[in-house]
């Protein structure tokens, strides 16, 4: 099968990996432009692009799909088949009905739940007791195609963003493998109407932690948010991003320091206790409360600003 592969971050890379050790021939790599990155921001290849370079794929990155010839090089190579994963563009009509067998995403969400950008997040923040990784056969709208194949995982009580990334990634790549192994024989499945959810991309602005929250949704908070953008808490006009924490029952004025100490900072939230056990101060590293507390000390009864009076920059 002649495969085309269309994909940009390290999530991509490793299913693009796994396509490569089953044996596939991949004709064509379809990746983001060179992006600036690092203090120097220099122009950088995406992990996709280095891997295909490395294995000696050609590859293409335009920077949209719609005219014939942005799309020239994909048409030359002829695909029976397109994958997708984490490319970072949309695919018009043109592309879809290019390969003979269309074109299939890996998508990390156990759809129809978080279609979107950032489902791994989403997944996190909301308490979701599985996520996964779905096969679909994709078409004009925002992954709302028939599904192939599903697979789950159980999120774990303490699970980070970047941890179930790298689950969901070396799941995706196996699914894929499996989804073209058999491709000629696997039943597109429609979506169903009912369970639809959407995972908008997150941002910077999101960090902030609004402590008249429950403190159990804002330790998902945190988890959802390692690596980025990492939950923050300003306090003593000091900004912390907060890496890791546990709740406890209590209560306080939300915002208020409660305790500080080598266990962590016992925060007041809206409904318990948020306690605070790594963080990191400006310019510093991720560290244990009891090592920042050392450098920077914060007393009981000081106050972490709620999320209208964080300044915007």
């Known amino acids: ?100 067998h269309g074109c299939l995403n890996i998508h990390a969400s156990l759809l129809p739940r978080w279609r979107g950008a950032a489902p791994i997040h989403r997944a996190i923040e909301a308490g979701d007791a599985e996520s996964g990784i779905t096969i679909m056969q994709m078409d004009a709208g925002l992954d709302t195609g028939a599904m192939l194949l599903r697979r789950a995982v159980k999120i774990e009580a303490d699970e980070t963003t970047a941890r179930l990334h790298d689950r969901l990634a070396e799941l995706g790549g196996r699914a894929i493998v499996e989804a073209l ?27 902030l932690l609004d402590w008249r929250r429950p403190a159990v949704e804002l330790e998902r908070q945190i988890r959802a948010f390692d690596p980025f953008p990492g939950a923050a808490g300003l306090v003593e006009g000091v900004t912390l991003k907060l890496w890791s924490a546990r709740v406890e029952s209590g209560r306080g004025e939300p915002g208020i320091v409660l305790a500080a100490d080598e266990s962590g900072l016992r925060i007041a939230c809206g409904d318990g206790i948020l306690v605070v056990t790594m963080a990191q101060k400006p310019g510093g590293r991720r560290q244990p409360v009891a090592e920042l507390l050392k450098s920077l000390p914060i007393s009981p009864g000081a106050r972490f600003s709620l999320a209208e009076n964080f300044p915007s920059h």
């Open 1 to 100: 099968m002649n495969v085309a592969f269309a994909g940009t971050p390290e999530f991509a890379a490793v299913a693009l990996e796994a396509i490569l050790a089953a044996g596939y021939s991949v004709s064509i790599v379809l990746t983001q432009p060179d992006r600036p990155a690092g203090r120097g921001m220099r122009l950088q290849a995406s992990p996709v692009k280095a891997l295909a370079l490395a294995r000696g794929i050609p590859v293409d990155q335009p920077e949209k799909l719609r005219t014939p010839e942005q799309r020239a090089a994909l048409t030359a190579a002829a695909p029976d088949v397109l994958v997708v994963a984490a490319y970072g563009l949309i695919l018009p009509q043109a592309v879809l009905d290019l390969p003979t």
């Open 181 to 207: 192994a058999t491709l000629p024989t696997l039943t597109p499945d429609p979506q169903p109407e009912v369970g639809i959810t959407y995972a908008t991309k997150v941002s910077r602005a999101e960090s």
